[in-house]
T-cell receptor, first 113, second 116 residues
């Protein structure tokens, strides 16, 4: 079992719709969770971090964390073509004292005009 | 620009040659990470430094790979006797770590390596 799993996609949504991206992780004791956006040929860019169960909203983005289910999601409201990118879920497992991120393989999102 | 800086951005080298990448982290960040990313995959951890000490190396980091962070500032990643399988984007990242939680990691633009 991979430490962090995401559906690779591609996930295609129409412009203006809600895009829902999902991620599961294996280390139950993980405390820190991140979503990065990566445009083709570019480096990852931090969008959201979340540390507590529940929802965290930032503009059109909402991160949701459920530690009991070991599940993290990212919702993008009013999706725009500029949101088309690969979204990477990353986790810092509890065993990791160095703060290194463990990434999923990423979900490719395509927003159609 | 006060972000993480990497150089060179692109490198094409012949198999068997050595290459070196440099990373300048965000000023005052005490942690520096190297990752490798291939097409269609998420970044894979290679190694990290806290100040000048290299505290962890991945099993992915073969003997041909070496990283340094003299004086706890910039870092270099050297790949000796490159192989075609080394072709990837090498990402440097940094963070300022005060406690075990809330570690936000920022990435540089990456260094693309193509081994021909």
């Amino acid at each position: 079992q991979k430490e962090v799993e995401q559906n690779s996609g591609p996930l295609s949504v129409p412009e203006g719709a809600i895009a829902s991206l999902n991620c599961t992780y294996s280390d139950r004791g993980s405390q820190s969770f991140f979503w990065y956006r990566q445009y083709s040929g570019k480096s990852p860019e931090l969008i959201m971090s979340i540390y507590s169960n529940g929802d965290k909203e930032d503009g059109r983005f909402t991160a949701q964390l459920n530690k009991a289910s070991q599940y993290v999601s990212l919702l993008i409201r009013d999706s725009q073509p500029s949101d088309s990118a690969t979204y990477l879920c990353a986790v810092i497992p509890i065993y990791n004292q160095g703060g290194k991120l463990i990434f999923g393989q990423g979900t490719e999102l395509s927003v159609k005009p | 620009d006060t972000g993480v800086s990497q150089d060179p951005r692109h490198k094409i080298t012949k198999r068997g040659q050595n290459v070196t990448f440099r990373c300048d982290p965000i000023s005052e960040h005490n942690r520096l990470y190297w990752y490798r990313q291939t097409l269609g995959q998420g970044p894979e951890f290679l190694t990290y430094f806290q100040n000048e000490a290299q505290l962890e190396k991945s099993r992915l980091l073969s003997d041909r790979f070496s990283a340094e962070r003299p004086k706890g500032s910039f870092s270099t990643l050297e790949i000796q006797r490159t192989e075609q399988g080394d072709s990837a984007m090498y990402l440097c990242a940094s963070s300022f770590q005060q406690a075990t939680s809330g570690n936000t990691i920022y990435f540089g633009e990456g260094s693309w390596l193509t081994v021909v």
